[in-house]
């Protein structure tokens, strides 16, 4: 069997066409030739600032080159990449970059503000690099990217003294809307399996057997790999795994050139580059590209996509309705999963065959597990939680405490429980019901919030919504209904219980309604449930 390296395979790729692009950002496109010799420069360069065999690199980086250039260097160094949310504020970063031990930073500029004043909290980190930005300078404390790069060592490709090892790890950090951040750790043999090894099922194209085989597949005169763009950030799982696949098949993936997403934008770059693909997560993303389209019918020549793609958060049969419509030769992949369990389901939608909302065909190493560690049989109506085998993470990084509440031993197996709820259908597929951490009793009956906030969306003029529970002396709790309205109607609260009840049994209908201009959400398509929680709170005067 063959011990899966990252940095293996994508330097015997970028040897078969050093002259095909690989990473593209607006005008801005790094060949796989100068994606190779760049992440060599950098590997080079942390190295010689004298880091440990298991240092941790840090990207505090938007969107860019940058971004999957440092992934890539740590990985030709035999270190760890994790990746850090660009919005945390000062004690996060201290907590992150202290917990992941992290001994270099690269960051863009725009933050040296923010990390000047906690340097001297963070005395682990021997080197800081700074990506130049206009009007925020390299600072005197930081070495200059661009600088770095620039400084191709002789010999290559580059490899540290201590070599690279299929156990080598990834770390990527999840988790900070329901406490501080932990460290998912991933073996690079590991992940590099999970995510297909090199090939893509769609496609027909087999795993790969060797990193040569890689390169033997491409033609660099034939038919262009696959071109994908990423429209979430690099720094969640959903838009590094999905550059990491692009990538194991000689793609080349492209980000939009503005930091806020812009679905015009988006559309835009689809119809110049040709895309083969485009990553998203979930409504976020989709409500505004649909909103796009129909406010410009016509307008751009989508023929060339063939995948539309989102993990990590469901979105409405009717918005995927709407997208198929005038993305006519593509398919729609939601994908069901998380960073410490990938591959839980799937669904494929097509124009005209369109899946149901949370309906997933259970993966090939999928289960559901009743909390006493019974299989839920298909038709029971019994409810249970999801879980995954195979190719797992080790845990999470110094967290043997969580490490052993999500990885348990289940029928002599190492399964992955990261706390999604759901029952199986008569058929065999999934029926996702959400999380049990957000689940609210009512009258001693459980609600997911998912599950309502999904029949909301199916309101013709709801935009997007999320569903918490406010204490009630009577029931416990009572459903709060915060919805984001389109601006075309007034709604009001028995119209949304009516549609609701329509769809769903009586007692999960909101008995409360709080109207916002925005619900808020984070890059990553996710809900920071507390904080709108705190919200429809303070708006209905209640206490907590």
Known sequence: MTAWMFADVWEAIAAKQPDRPALIQGERVITWGQFDARSDALAAHIVAAGISPKAKIAAYLYNGPEYMETYYAAFKAGVSPINTNYRYGGEELVYLFDNADAEVVVFHAQFADMLDSLRARLPSVKRYIAVAEPGHPVPAWADDYDAVVAKVPAARPFKAPWGRSPDDLMLLYTGGTTGMPKGVMWRQDDLFNVIGAGGQALQGV???????????????????????????????????FSAFITFNLGGAVAVLPSRQFNAVELWNEVERLAADGVVIVGLAFSTPMLEALEANPGRWNLSSVKSMSSSGSMWSQENKRGLLRHVTNAMIMDSLGSSEAVGLGASASAPGAEVKTADFMLGPNCAVFTEDGARVQPGSNERGMVAVSGFLPQGYYKDPEKSAKTFQTIEGQRWSVPGDWAMVNADGTLKLLGRGSQCINTGGEKVFPEEVEEALKNHPHVRDAVVVGIPDVRFGERICAVVEPDGAVELTLPDLSAHVRAQLAAYKAPRELVIVDSIGRAPNGKVDYKAVKDRALKTLGVSA
């Open 206 to 240: 087999p795993p790969l057997t060797s990193a040569q085989e890689a390169a033997d597949r491409l033609d660099p005169k034939g038919p262009r790999p696959p071109l994908n763009i990423i429209c979430c950030p690099l720094m969640h799982g959903t838009g590094q």
